[in-house]
């Protein structure tokens, strides 16, 4: 969430849709914001992460190191300090269902900005449902709210450990008339286009891009 370091991105509220089990999503969007809402659609990754805040386990050490080498000390923080601010601000774990629209009860905590990596197309069938999705994440903004997307196209399928996970097959002009044409506009749009997969690294992806898009609710 490097978009919110370059000081494009500004808000109260942020959420995070599809969090996962561990809270590396938020390690540099923190500072940045006063309240961070998680959500996820697995009972056993929402129980990791309330484990996580409740201090019982400290996953994401090295990675929340990395982050504070990359900020050079912007904050003087050390990982102990920036989990505590990250535990201080999370104030819920939510259950969230993309696949049914009106899942995330949110309460009056609209967020300023949504964040999302890895999901959508983990969450959707087919590029209708995409869609949806979409339209549903932006009925939760008002106009001029932010939302990070993290995403990769053309996948079919990822793999952690030895289990397998399905992933909708989209391509980057659905992905980018999804939101074009369901009331967001696209600031900016980078990608990373992996080399070239070893017979090893290839039965854990096939994804053939990753991007990071801004787009703002208009
Ligand atoms: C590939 S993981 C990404 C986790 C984390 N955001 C990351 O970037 O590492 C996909 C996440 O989407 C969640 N997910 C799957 N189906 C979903 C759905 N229908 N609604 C919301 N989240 C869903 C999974 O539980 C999982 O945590």
């Known amino acids: 969430m490097h978009i919110l370091v370059q000081g494009n991105v500004r808000g109260n509220t942020l959420l995070d849709i599809g969090t996962g089990p561990t ?6 969007a923190c500072p940045y914001v006063q309240k961070i809402i998680l ?4 009972q056993v990754n929402r129980d990791a992460l309330q484990h996580w805040k409740d201090n019982k386990s400290q996953t994401g050490s090295a990675l929340c190191k990395f982050i504070l080498d990359l900020e050079g000390g ?25 696949t049914q629209c009106s ?5 009056n905590d609209y967020p300023d900005i949504i964040v999302s990596s890895l999901c959508f197309e983990v969450a959707c069938k ?3 449902e995409y869609i949806k999705v979409v339209q549903y994440v932006g009925s939760l903004m008002a106009h001029g709210c932010h939302l990070v997307v993290v995403g990769v196209l053309e996948e079919t399928f990822y793999r952690v450990g030895k289990f397998s996970f399905r992933c909708l097959k989209i391509t980057e002009s659905e992905v ?3 939101y074009t044409t369901n009331g967001f506009e696209i600031k900016t749009w980078k990608e990373y286009i992996p080399p070239p997969r070893t ?6 992806s096939d994804f053939q891009k990753a991007f990071v898009m801004h787009a703002v609710k208009v």
Not at 23 to 28: A, C, L, R, T
Not at 199 to 204: H, M
């Open 74 to 98: 912007k904050f003087h923080q050390t990982v102990p300090e920036r989990f505590a601010e990250i535990r201080n601000k999370v104030s819920a774990i939510l259950p969230v269902d993309l």
């Open 176 to 178: 980018k008339t999804a």
């Open 199 to 204: 017979a090893e690294e290839a039965e854990f």
């Open 126 to 128: 087919d590029v209708h």
């Open 103 to 107: 899942s995330i009860h949110l309460g």
């Open 39 to 42: 959500s996820d659609y697995s």
């Open 23 to 28: 809270i590396h999503s938020v390690i540099s």
